[in-house]
Each structure stands twice: as C-alpha cells, then as structure tokens.
T-cell receptor, first 112, second 114 residues
Framework: QQQVKQSPQSLIVQKGGISIINCAYE??????FPWYQQFPGKGPALLIAIRPDVSEKKEGRFTISFNKSAKQFSLHIMDSQPGDSATYFC???????????FGAGTTVTVRA | KAGVTQTPRYLIKTRGQQVTLSCSPISGHRSVSWYQQTPGQGLQFLFEYFSETQRNKGNFPGRFSGRQFSNSRSEMNVSTLELGDSALYLC?????????????FGPGTRLLVL
C-alpha cells in the first residue's frame, strides 16, 4: 500500500502563478522528506528536502511546508515558469535506512 | 563530479529471458539503491547495497537480485522475465553515513519485455 499519499494527480497553472502539491504519511518513523522533479526520459532530480525539526524550508522559488502533528507536508512553487512543467514526487524515509517511499506523483503543467 | 550512470539505457527482452543492468554511482558514494518505476505502481524500492552488502530489500520476488562490487558499482539481475517487468529501472547513490540520506538518481534503464 502507498505509504505516502500525494495530491493532486495533476495541475495546470498559469505562468507566474503558484503550484501547490500536498503529501501525507502515516509512518511516524519517517524523518526525512525530499521532493524530486522528473522530466520525461530522465531520472528524478532532488529539488529540496526537509526534516521534522523545521516547519518550513525555502530554496529559490521552491518552499516545503511541514506539519508534524498532522503528518503532512507540501511543496509550493512560486512564480511558476514553463520550464517547471514536470512530474513532482514527494518521498519519505525513516532514520533507520535509505529506503525511500514515494508518492504517486503530480504532473504540473505551466501555461505561458 | 560525474553523476550516476546506468547502462544500458534501453533494453528489449522476451519473456523467460534474464537481464542484467549496471549502475556506476557518483565517485565516493558507497550506498546504491535500485527502484522500479511503472505508470501503475509508481516508484518502488527494490534494494539497497552498502559496502557490498545488501542492507535493505523491498517487496519484490526472488527473481530480482542485485550485487555490489568493491568499487561500489552495482548490478541488478532479473531472471525469468515477465511482461509486468517492463519498467524504468532507476539506480540512486548516496554518500556514506547517515546525515542527509540524499539520493542522487541516474537516468534509468528502460526495459521492455515482449
């Protein structure tokens, strides 16, 4: 079963808009939460990652928000650009190992 | 540094055959993980190797196996291929140690089983 639930499955945003992708998990042993970006024909590339001891992390136009009590985290893409059109995956892994559990992915389309 | 490399990039096999995929991690990385990506099941963890030892294994049948060499290069093998094994197989490497656990993915090997 999917240990990390991701929504929405797809979204369309206008250039300059904000894309928001949400993820939820149940396993309280998870302590590392990365987001990956994947373009067609390529492997996933790490975008940004967060640990439960911080509630928000920002890198450029990408921000992760983390709510430990709700066991939810989200990715915000500010000022979305056509080059951001890709599939985004949230993931989580426990402190004990390197096994990443991935969400199902969100296909983001940015319209010019 | 060069990224994770995987060979071959594309492969076509028939049912019942076996296949071996290769992964070269980023220089200095000692942990190598393998994932299967399909449209239906998404990204699923196969196994992880560190210093030539399998440390973790996902929920895949025994037909899926792997190994790691002393130079950290890794191979995965799938025996008695089934149509459902058609997928993108991704390799990821991580620096040694627990801090960060950042995994860097290669471009993948696209396997088609006919």
């Amino acid at each position: 079963q999917q240990q990390v639930k991701q929504s929405p499955q797809s979204l369309i945003v206008q250039k300059g808009g904000i894309s928001i992708i949400n993820c939820a998990y149940e396993n309280t042993a998870f302590d590392y939460f990365p987001w990956y970006q994947q373009f067609p024909g390529k492997g996933p590339a790490l975008l940004i990652a967060i640990r439960p001891d911080v509630s928000e992390k920002k890198e450029g136009r990408f921000t992760i928000s983390f709510n430990k009590s709700a066991k939810q985290f989200s990715l915000h893409i500010m000022d979305s650009q056509p080059g951001d059109s890709a599939t985004y995956f949230c993931a989580a892994s426990p402190s004990s190992d390197y096994k990443l559990s991935f969400g199902a992915g969100t296909t983001v389309t940015v319209r010019a | 540094k060069a990224g994770v490399t995987q060979t071959p990039r594309y492969l076509i096999k028939t049912r019942g055959q076996q296949v071996t995929l290769s992964c070269s991690p980023i220089s200095g990385h000692r942990s190598v993980s393998w994932y299967q990506q399909t449209p239906g099941q998404g990204l699923q963890f196969l196994f992880e190797y560190f210093s030539e030892t399998q440390r973790n294994k996902g929920n895949f049948p025994g037909r899926f196996s792997g190994r790691q060499f002393s130079n950290s290069r890794s191979e995965m093998n799938v025996s008695t291929l089934e149509l459902g094994d058609s997928a993108l197989y991704l390799c990821a490497s991580s620096p040694s140690g627990g801090l960060g656990k950042t995994q860097y993915f290669g471009p993948g090997t696209r396997l088609l089983v006919l």
